[in-house]
């Protein structure tokens, strides 16, 4: 029901543009997330935005360089991320939770994409 795309190879310093795409419900209501696990890691938060954007939360490690956004509309949810690191190599997967606060615990999301491989070069 969640399908990330947009990931790909791209040098350090460049930006790159993940989208996730819902179907089969409506996730108006729902916060929407982007986590990421690189090898050998845990999976970790990067960010997540609440329903009606009255909320957006971002791990510090991206703080400045990464923006989430979401089309209620189009039921999708965005993540530009720039100036990419090495270090920001990893899956990137969306998810959504239905809760009223912005969970960093991937244990609270309901539903999750497949995942996109970002790698960042140096």
């Known amino acids: 029901q969640l399908q990330a795309s947009g990931g790909g190879p791209v040098q350090a310093g460049g930006s790159l543009r993940l989208s996730c795409a819902a179907s089969g419900r409506t996730f108006r209501t729902y916060v929407m997330g982007w986590f990421r696990q690189a090898p050998g890691k845990e999976r970790e938060f990067v960010a997540a935005m609440i329903r009606g954007d009255r909320s957006i939360d971002y791990a510090d490690s991206v703080k400045g360089r990464f923006t989430i956004s979401r089309d209620n509309a189009k039921n999708t949810v965005s993540l530009l991320m720039n100036s990419l690191k090495p270090d920001d190599t990893a899956v990137y997967y969306c998810?959504?939770?239905?809760?009223?606060?912005?969970?960093?615990?991937?244990?609270?999301?309901?539903?999750w994409g497949q995942g996109t491989q970002v790698t960042v070069s140096s």
């Open positions: 998810a959504a939770a239905s809760k009223y606060l912005i969970p960093r615990q991937g244990v609270e999301y309901d539903y």
